[in-house]
């Protein structure tokens, strides 16, 4: 995880909200290389002012800084957009 949190571009941030508000299981490309595959549920910034989405995986809740997510797929039938990249 990055030390210093690089907000992502704005125009990107609907496309999270979609997903969240269709609650769509989506493949996260992390920087570190790992994937995850869980139902994207909310967003929330935090006091230190980072952004974070939330997902869940069963009964397992998983909290990605956007910061870290390279890419996202929506792995639903005929979603509204395709993978999307956040970050080079």
């Not at 125009?11 to 909200?17: G, V």
């Not at 994207?40 to 952004?51: G, L, V």
Request: charge should be negative.
């Amino acid at each position: 995880m990055a030390d210093s949190y690089i907000p992502i571009d704005c125009s990107l941030h609907d496309y999270i909200e979609i997903a969240c508000l269709k609650h769509y299981q989506l493949r996260l490309e992390l920087i570190d290389t790992s994937e995850l595959i869980a139902i994207a549920e909310s967003t929330e910034t935090r006091s230190d002012k980072t952004e974070w989405l939330l997902l869940r995986d069963g009964d397992i809740q998983h909290t990605v800084r956007l910061d870290n997510i390279v890419a996202l797929t929506p792995l639903a039938t005929d979603p509204i957009f395709g993978r999307i990249v956040l970050r080079d």
